[in-house]
């Protein structure tokens, strides 16, 4: 069961700081999925404040912050910090539903052409989001962008050289079994268009799910592309990944992709 706490009037007031309106601005949605981040939470809402002081005038952006049903006092932390401020929407899960519901949660209260999805953990700058968006009007086609560390110009820093290993090869089994030929399936950080945002349905759980979206992109007849960016280690929280259940969860997915086993979504 989901809460959503914003305006009743879902429309943004598109205007900046000093009042003028922004008539031909694309609104881009970020959605950004967090469990149990009492302790990240004040950076990541100094990251945004920074991202939102950029100064440009081709984007409108409202962000989603989707609390997963934690049970450290995020959500009330989340309404202190961001509640007052009309560009953020406070979402709720009343369970943990995992990364992939948290992030769906976040496409279907979106109202912007573009939705980014953003890990709540700061590990990818949302600086970096622009990044995205360069290759979307690059590219006006494409259906969904991702942010690749692995990408040939892309960078890790700091991160276990151990989990750099396992993630590598996990996409490099992917890279096989997909006719999208990417270097980062698996990562949470990427924009997606809205006519497929609304259609995608994922069945795997955490960052498992987020392979099966560009699966489902690739299904729908949509095309995915990436772009270089920089991944930097968590700083603050810790993490919710645990290797040896998501290496399973990996290994069942290769297997059922490997087998024609994946049904494929409907177009609605």
């Not at 967090?34 to 990251?47: H, I, S, Y």
């Not at 949302?126 to 494409?142: A, E, N, T």
Request: glycine residues 8%.
């Amino acid at each position: 069961m989901m809460s959503v706490m914003a305006p009743a009037d879902v429309q943004l007031d598109h205007r900046h700081s000093d009042g003028r309106r922004s008539v031909a601005a694309t609104l881009v949605s970020v959605v950004i999925p967090c469990f149990n981040e009492v302790q990240g939470l004040p950076t990541l809402r100094d990251r945004l404040q920074d991202f939102l002081a950029i100064d440009q005038s081709e984007y409108e952006f409202e962000i989603l912050l989707v609390d997963d049903g934690g049970s450290d006092g995020t959500f009330e932390l989340m309404q202190k910090l961001f509640g007052g401020n009309r560009r953020f929407k406070i979402l709720r899960h009343r369970d943990n539903l995992g990364l992939s519901a948290a992030i769906l949660t976040g496409f279907k209260a979106a109202a912007g052409d573009w939705i980014v999805s953003l890990d709540s953990d700061c590990t990818y700058d949302p600086r970096q989001i622009f990044d995205l968006l360069q290759q979307v009007q690059r590219h006006p086609k494409i259906s969904m962008v991702i942010g690749s560390p692995y990408h040939p110009q892309g960078r890790v820093l700091q991160v276990p050289h151990w989990r750099i290993f396992i993630s590598k090869a996990a996409n490099r089994i992917y890279r096989l079994l997909m006719r999208t030929k990417l270097t980062c399936y698996t990562g949470c950080f990427r924009a997606v268009h809205r006519s497929y945002a609304r259609q995608i349905t994922l069945t795997q759980p955490g960052y498992v799910g987020m392979t099966e979206m560009v699966w489902c992109v690739e299904q729908l007849g949509g095309h995915t592309t990436e772009v270089p960016t920089v991944l930097d280690v968590r700083r603050y929280g810790q993490s919710k990944l645990r290797l040896l259940r998501v290496v399973g969860q990996h290994l069942r997915f290769m297997t059922r992709l490997a087998l024609g086993l994946e049904r494929r979504p409907r177009s609605r």
